[in-house]
């Protein structure tokens, strides 16, 4: 055996060494620790709690303006007493995140939010009479709170477009359109939503991964 196969081989076994330490410490974290309450009751939950701990933290640190180990151990224990004393409401985490969806619907936010920034930006200065603008109402199909709150957010990022009301129980979204002015326009309106639809439905919440959380449909419970 020559000496670049001897390393090779070393390096193999060091490295199935580390995973197999790593999978052997998840497997008895996960049997032996058991999570507190408020920090939720399944991964995703999990994820977003810590996330929200990241950004508490984060946040904290930026009011204080110095990066330092005290500022964000003070700032880690704030976010702890937050969120252990202070709990939001639960939502609902339910789907799975798709990166390669994710970053597409970013893109086309940002291709979105340029053309309708100079459509609205000629209609304000353009002679003639102003634009003829609507409310519109559309149904959208995104089952999860939490996805449809990020598709209401798009929407209103995009200029042109401001959700004024939303029918939680029927998924209905209550639209003012700037301009309505000609049924092409109406026409892509439409378009628009439906594409958002969908690639929050690709990204967040594929039929075949979706299933609810068990706090899904609470608020309306409590509203009946």
Do not use: C
Not at 25 to 43: N, T, Y
Not at 67 to 81: E, F, H, P, Q, R
Not at 91 to 113: C, M, N, T
Not at 152 to 161: A, K
């Amino acid at each position: 055996m020559s000496f670049r196969s001897a390393v090779v081989n070393a390096w193999r076994l060091s490295l199935l060494s580390v995973f197999w330490a790593l999978v052997s410490a998840l497997v008895w974290v996960r049997g032996h620790i058991r999570l507190p309450h408020w920090l939720g009751s399944d991964s995703r939950e999990v994820a977003v709690r810590l996330w929200s701990l990241a950004w508490l933290t984060f946040v904290w640190v930026l009011l204080w303006g110095v990066v330092s180990w005290a500022n964000v151990i003070a700032g880690l224990v704030l976010a702890v007493a937050i969120v252990t004393l202070l709990p939001l409401p639960r939502v609902p985490v339910e789907g799975r995140i798709h990166p390669l969806s994710l970053a597409l619907l970013v893109i086309r936010l940002l291709y979105d939010f340029a053309v309708s920034s100079f459509q609205v930006g000629w209609m304000a200065i353009r002679p003639g009479k102003p634009p003829l603008g609507a409310v519109v109402r559309v149904r959208v199909a995104i089952k999860s709170d939490m996805v449809l709150t990020l598709a209401i957010d798009y929407l209103n990022l995009v200029p042109g477009t401001m959700v004024v009301e939303l029918d939680h129980r029927r998924r209905l979204l209550y639209v003012h359109v700037f301009d309505v002015s000609s049924e092409r326009r109406v026409r892509a309106f439409y378009r628009q939503v439906a594409y958002t639809e969908k690639m929050f439905i690709k990204a967040f919440e594929r039929d075949s991964e979706w299933h609810p959380s068990p706090y899904h449909g609470i608020d309306d419970e409590e509203r009946s």
